[in-house]
């Protein structure tokens, strides 16, 4: 997450905010996007497409177009009078994928890779999660599978896998201040680190529970981190994966009975690293937020003992 605030002409642009397509490509002056990148679903990117559209209508009667907006055209004929070397892939511009030129002329509906971007807006609203049993005062859903490094794996419609960490690591570590996700097309491997999130200047890795494509990532998880230790398994969640090796993948993770006793052994051991710094559980709960309200605790200790990294 950005800690400066980005300027735009003589207007910042908030920490935690993105421009619009139609800003970044230079058509308008300022506009913040308020939809993700969704622009489908925007009613601003609807008005201002009819408004290009009739003004293109009239050029093609040989007309020239009249009124307040006759000189807006659209964000992809703005794009296509750029030098070659700038005519930047609108996902590249908008930091959904690295840098990237585009190679269709802006006709987006022609390109395999914005085809692939827009159906990981279909995979933006997951299956909620409305029962979840306790362990230990832990949140452990049914279903999932868990990775020693307390992400979870959840398989869901196509063999796609929705991913995020689980409520012990959120009770243990806190809210976070910014996370740093794989964007949409980029590779992660199984144990290796996937994400990495912050809190007061400390960092700390998370590993990828399964080898595989970001087909998705939450956008709104890294402008709110907050909602990934209010809601780990619905609203909370990372990323999506297309698996690499699902079978072989999955076999490596807890599932059942065993992700329970794991959950109650790894318990076991925050016990015991909370007493080791003179502190004890009042009813043998667990302490929500152990690096907010123990700060003796090693922020060090903590990641590798439970993120494993």
């Not at 993105?18 to 970044?24: D, F, G, N, Q």
């Not at 269709?104 to 022609?110: A, D, I, K, L």
């Not at 398989?155 to 995020?164: A, K, L, S, T």
Request: with cysteine; hydrophobic share 35%; glycine share 8%.
């Amino acid at each position: 997450m950005k800690e400066e605030k980005k300027m735009s002409g003589f207007k910042a642009v908030p920490n935690g905010e993105e421009k619009c397509i139609w800003m970044e490509a230079g058509v308008i002056d300022y506009k913040l996007c308020n939809y993700y990148y969704n622009c489908s679903a925007c009613p601003f990117d609807k008005a201002m497409k009819q408004t290009t559209d009739k003004n293109a209508a009239a050029r093609r009667q040989g007309l020239e177009p009249t009124g307040k907006k006759a000189h807006i055209i659209s964000w992809q004929e703005k794009m296509k009078k750029r030098p070659g070397l700038q005519r930047e892939c609108r996902h590249a511009l908008t930091g959904r994928t690295t840098s990237r030129l585009c190679p269709h002329e802006f006709e987006c509906h022609t390109c395999e890779f914005d085809q692939m971007l827009e159906d990981s807006w279909q995979l933006q609203i997951p299956a909620r999660i409305s029962t979840i049993p306790q362990v230990d005062g832990f949140g452990l859903p049914e279903g999932h599978f868990f990775h020693l490094g307390h992400a979870w794996a959840r398989v869901e419609h196509g063999g796609r896998i929705r991913i995020g960490l689980d409520d012990f690591a959120m009770k243990v570590f806190g809210p976070m201040d910014s996370l740093d996700l794989p964007l949409t097309g980029e590779e992660v491997k199984f144990s290796e680190v996937g994400l990495a999130f912050k809190r007061e200047g400390r960092e700390a890795q998370a590993l990828s529970p399964l080898s595989g494509v970001v087909a998705a990532q939450n956008y709104q998880v890294t402008k709110k981190p907050e909602v990934i230790k209010e809601q780990p398994y619905n609203d909370g969640w990372l990323m999506v994966l297309e698996p690499a090796a699902m079978k072989k993948d999955l076999k490596n993770l807890l599932y059942g009975q065993e992700s329970t006793e794991w959950i109650q052994a790894e318990h076991q051991k925050l016990v015991e690293m909370v007493s080791s710094v003179g502190m004890t559980y009042a009813d043998g709960g667990p302490i929500d937020d152990v690096v907010g309200n123990l700060p003796d605790l090693s922020w060090d200790k903590l990641t590798e003992e439970f993120l494993r990294t």
